[in-house]
T-cell receptor, first 116, second 112 residues
Framework: DTEVTQTPKHLVMGMTNKKSLKCEQHMGHRAMYWYKQKAKKPPELMFVYSYEKLSINESVPSRFSPECPNSSLLNLHLHALQPEDSALYLC???????????????FGEGSWLTVV | QQPVQSPQAVILREGEDAVINCSSS?????VHWYRQKHGEAPVFLMI?????EQKGHEKISASFNEKKQQSSLYLTASQLSYSGTYFCGTVDRGSTLGRLYFGRGTQLTVWP
């Protein structure tokens, strides 16, 4: 079972709203990721958590705030977003803590975010 | 460092073969191949770790050259279900944090 579950699947929010994206995995994976993907582009890494600690932040604007409450859950808190932040947000996980070094990264189905 | 993927797009008839290439100017630790269908998340196909390695998955296989700087994905006797965008992802040798960099993708369209 290689399932990463994301909610909600679709989200429309205004530029002054605060919302959160949620991600869950029960595979015992120790690394979890947020990626952002725009149409016809590859996924771009935003954050990596290893053992529930933030290990990589790819210079993401502070209007995106990740949180890892426990080893199975990963949240992405959204506040004061811009229309250009509209994209598919992908959560992923992998077994090892060294990111993709020898480990497969499994993606969830994604959350489609539209900022109006 | 982002790998270079080619070609950008491929159009095939059912039953035809295709090759997608992925290369880096640096030696790599690993290459990961994904397929993404329109409106869906990327789905893992395979990972290659060893120079000279070849791996197969049904009629889809891949190779990793001896220098570990180039990988190719082979799709033989293509089926309609193979349509989608194929991404290679690479991890640079010596990477401690294991960042996976994706190529720009190859859009594969299979027609009946």
């Amino acid at each position: 079972d290689t399932e990463v579950t994301q909610t909600p699947k679709h989200l429309v929010m205004g530029m002054t709203n605060k919302k959160s994206l949620k991600c869950e995995q029960h595979m015992g994976h120790r690394a979890m990721y947020w990626y952002k993907q725009k149409a016809k582009k590859p996924p771009e890494l935003m954050f990596v958590y290893s053992y529930e600690k933030l290990s990589i932040n790819e210079s993401v604007p502070s209007r995106f705030s990740p949180e890892c409450p426990n080893s199975s859950l990963l949240n992405l808190h959204l506040h004061a977003l811009q229309p250009e932040d509209s994209a598919l947000y992908l959560c992923a996980s992998s077994q090892g803590v060294q990111g993709a070094v020898g480990n497969t990264i499994y993606f969830g189905e994604g959350s489609w975010l539209t900022v109006v | 460092q982002q790998p270079v993927q080619s070609p950008q797009a491929v159009i095939l008839r059912e039953g035809e073969d295709a090759v997608i290439n992925c290369s880096s100017s640096k030696a790599l630790y690993s290459v990961h191949w994904y397929r993404q269908k329109h409106g869906e998340a990327p789905v893992f196909l395979m990972i290659l770790l060893k120079g000279g390695e070849q791996k197969g998955h049904e009629k889809i296989s891949a190779s990793f050259n001896e220098k570990k700087q180039q990988s190719s994905l082979y799709l033989t006797a293509s089926q309609l279900s193979y349509s989608g965008t194929y991404f290679c992802g690479t991890v640079d040798r010596g990477s401690t944090l294991g960042r996976l960099y994706f190529g720009r993708g190859t859009q594969l369209t299979v027609w009946p």
